[in-house]
């Protein structure tokens, strides 16, 4: 699956290397030099140190090529800050809720998601509010990164390129589920995204991710790793019992679960699934034996096989 980035992506990681590479040179540099002169100048070699006389024009030297060089890092920041905040006339508008402990997404029809599902190559401002504590939407792959405050209404935007799915978390400690409000930003091709905007708007986010799963080429890449790597040998997509539990409904129920010999009570949202992709004897689910071998997953194909499992409602 592509790795996917936003005009804002360049606008930050430009002045982020330019600094970085700045940074390495001076360490570099000063370090050297600093290690010469101990050597150079050590008192056994110079038992009499002669005085040397100021020298202006080194002095100026050294003051003035500084001064350009943290202009020139101030510049190519402020150019990256008026990229994050400079938002383009024609963005779409997306209504983002922060609540303990998840996002919501509402869009200008009505549609209401858990998923950010955006157009790719298109603007996209999120309005981003938050009805109990302060909350931080954060999308690493963009490079954006907004509080979200009860009582004031803040905004961040970007283009995205490239069709694919990026993580978003929340960056600000808002609880005891903090590190859980985790949600995705899907980006779809703008055919597939008109197509998915222009479904009836039907009630809740759950109908919204089967309706989704027509065209987000995420949810099919998850299908096909169900066949691929063989989880349909084990698991059946209804909700019956094969080897292993049925797939279906299984996304947001509760499931009891054995760790060494004591019983406890799990939801299966995305950190249960992803465990159980990798580690599956960790919590076994009561009543099933230890029969599935971890799956060798990537990163991209984990979530792929999540987000599946989530339309199978
Ligand atoms: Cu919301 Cu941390």
Not at 40 to 50: E, M
Not at 236 to 244: F, Q, T, Y
Request: proline share 5%; with cysteine.
């Amino acid at each position: 699956m592509n790795q996917i980035t936003a005009n804002t992506t360049a606008a930050v990681d430009f002045s982020f290397w330019f600094i970085i590479a700045i940074s390495v040179v001076m360490l570099i540099g000063v370090t050297g030099a600093m290690v010469w002169f101990a050597f150079r100048y050590h008192h056994k070699r110079n038992p009499n140190p002669t005085h040397v006389p100021d020298n202006h024009l080194l002095e100026i030297v050294w003051t003035v090529i500084p001064t350009f060089i943290v202009l020139a890092m101030f510049w190519y920041g402020y150019k990256g800050f008026l990229e994050l905040r400079r938002v383009p006339a024609d963005a779409m508008v997306i209504n983002v809720t922060g609540a303990m402990w998840k996002w919501t997404f509402e869009y200008d029809n009505g549609r209401k998601t858990t998923n950010l599902i955006v157009p790719k190559d298109k603007s996209v401002k999120l309005l981003l509010k938050s009805v109990d504590v302060l909350h931080s939407f954060y999308i690493p792959a963009f490079r954006v990164k907004e509080d979200v405050l009860p009582g004031k209404e803040t905004y961040l935007w970007f283009k995205p390129q490239g069709i694919g799915v990026a993580d978003v978390f929340c960056a600000e400690f808002c609880g005891v589920q903090h590190a859980y409000m985790i949600t995705k930003v899907e980006v779809l091709s703008p055919e597939d995204f008109q197509k998915w905007y222009d479904q009836p708007v039907g009630g809740d986010a759950d109908t919204n991710r089967a309706v989704l799963a027509q065209f987000s080429p995420v949810i099919d890449e998850g299908a096909k790793l169900m066949q691929t790597k063989a989880c349909l040998s084990c698991h059946k997509l209804d909700e019956s019992r094969l080897v292993g539990p049925g797939l279906a409904k299984l996304y947001g129920s509760k499931q009891i679960v054995v760790v060494n010999n004591q019983e406890k009570e799990v939801t299966v949202d995305d950190a249960y699934l992803r465990r159980s992709l990798l580690e599956p004897h960790v919590e076994l689910v009561k009543g099933y034996s230890n029969l599935m071998a971890p799956v060798p997953l990537t990163e991209a194909e984990v979530t792929a096989l999540i987000e599946y499992m989530k339309t199978l409602q």
